[in-house]
């Protein structure tokens, strides 16, 4: 088995080994990849976080050692900072928020034989929270995200991947789509029984699941449509008070995050957001 790393800061996932294909997901800097199939400078992956495939120009990827595959799933912190510069000897990678730092030891980071300094905030493993108020910073942070099929950053994200991305950040792992995001958690039978966190599902009317967000607190939800937004969120679904209507049926809503009185927010639950490792603080 051969494996890789992205090495640009966002790396497009096809459909089929081409540019001009359907880009079904995205790479962020540091993620890591298994490469089942060459064909000229495309490479068939599968992604190690979410077990998505796709193809990836050859280019965009940094070989790795089954050795140094499994130390960067054991030690790597990720970004929380929007767009934060990673210092080379002689450029900069502008890492969007939810790149993956291999290695790093609060200063630096490696990807193969180059090194990189970060002065950014990060969160490392030990720092992962699991509580509903983290989640929902987080997912504030992508606020104004312009929609983009298959995107997974802050230039450009869809349902899916807002909810990948800020449960990736909190530490959980979730699948990259919404129809398979619908088969984990813990499902809650009534609105009132909500919290915020919770994924919201919703159908097109077939029964097929099409569209997730985040419960925010006072009914509300923070989803990608058009871009990343806040509207009302009740019993029948999403209403967008621009369009005064309904916009999204709601199907089911679950949980992956602990029940609120028994959430458990870090083994150190003095940490603050602005006492993440690396410099500034996250939320103002």
Same mark, same amino acid.
């Given at each position: =088995?051969?494996?890789?790393?992205?090495?640009?800061?966002?790396?497009?996932?096809?459909?089929?080994?081409?540019? &001009?294909?359907? =880009?079904?997901?995205?790479?962020?800097?540091?993620?890591?990849?298994?490469?089942?199939?060459?064909?000229?400078?495309?490479?068939?992956?599968?992604?190690?976080?979410?077990?998505?495939?796709?193809?990836?120009?050859? &280019?965009?990827?940094?070989?790795?050692?089954?050795?140094?595959?499994?130390?960067?799933?054991?030690?790597?912190?990720?970004?929380?900072?929007?767009?934060?510069?990673? =210092?080379?000897?002689?450029?900069?990678?502008?890492?969007?928020?939810?790149?993956?730092?291999?290695?790093?030891?609060?200063?630096?980071?490696?990807?193969?034989?180059?090194?990189?300094?970060?002065?950014?905030?990060?969160?490392?493993?030990?720092?992962?929270?699991?509580?509903?108020?983290?989640?929902?910073?987080?997912?504030?942070?992508?606020?104004?995200?312009?929609?983009?099929?298959?995107?997974?950053?802050?230039?450009?994200?869809?349902?899916?991947?807002?909810?990948? =991305?800020?449960?990736?950040?909190?530490?959980?792992?979730?699948?990259?789509?919404?129809?398979?995001?619908?088969?984990?958690?813990?499902?809650?039978?009534?609105?009132?029984?909500?919290?915020?966190?919770?994924?919201?599902?919703?159908?097109?009317? &077939?029964?097929?699941?099409?569209?997730?967000?985040?419960?925010?607190?006072?009914?509300?939800?923070?989803?990608?449509?058009?871009?990343?937004?806040?509207?009302?969120?009740?019993?029948?679904?999403?209403?967008?008070?621009?369009?005064?209507?309904?916009?999204?049926?709601?199907?089911?809503?679950?949980?992956?995050?602990?029940?609120?009185?028994?959430?458990?927010?870090?083994?150190?639950?003095?940490? &603050?957001?602005?006492?993440?490792?690396?410099?500034?603080?996250?939320?103002?």
């Amino acid at each position: =088995m051969e494996y890789a790393a992205c090495q640009v800061a966002i790396a497009p996932l096809r459909a089929h080994p081409s540019d &001009k294909s359907e =880009m079904v997901s995205q790479l962020l800097f540091g993620e890591t990849v298994e490469i089942q199939e060459s064909k000229d400078n495309w490479r068939h992956v599968v992604c190690a976080w979410d077990g998505y495939t796709g193809w990836v120009d050859a &280019k965009q990827l940094k070989r790795l050692t089954p050795s140094e595959f499994d130390d960067y799933a054991e030690h790597q912190a990720v970004n929380l900072s929007l767009v934060e510069g990673l =210092m080379a000897a002689d450029h900069f990678i502008p890492l969007t928020l939810g790149a993956v730092l291999p290695r790093y030891d609060g200063l630096r980071c490696s990807l193969g034989e180059q090194t990189f300094q970060f002065s950014g905030p990060v969160v490392t493993p030990g720092q992962q929270r699991l509580g509903s108020e983290w989640v929902v910073k987080i997912a504030r942070r992508y606020l104004h995200a312009p929609y983009l099929w298959g995107g997974r950053s802050p230039f450009g994200i869809d349902g899916a991947g807002l909810t990948q =991305m800020v449960f990736k950040i909190a530490g959980i792992r979730l699948l990259r789509d919404a129809a398979q995001q619908v088969t984990q958690g813990r499902p809650i039978d009534f609105m009132e029984q909500c919290q915020s966190g919770d994924l919201a599902f919703f159908d097109n009317g &077939k029964g097929h699941i099409t569209h997730v967000g985040i419960i925010l607190p006072d009914c509300h939800i923070i989803h990608a449509s058009g871009k990343v937004r806040v509207d009302k969120l009740d019993h029948f679904g999403i209403f967008n008070k621009e369009l005064d209507r309904y916009t999204h049926q709601l199907r089911i809503v679950k949980r992956l995050l602990p029940d609120e009185p028994d959430a458990v927010v870090s083994e150190n639950e003095d940490v &603050k957001a602005d006492e993440l490792t690396g410099q500034g603080a996250l939320f103002g």
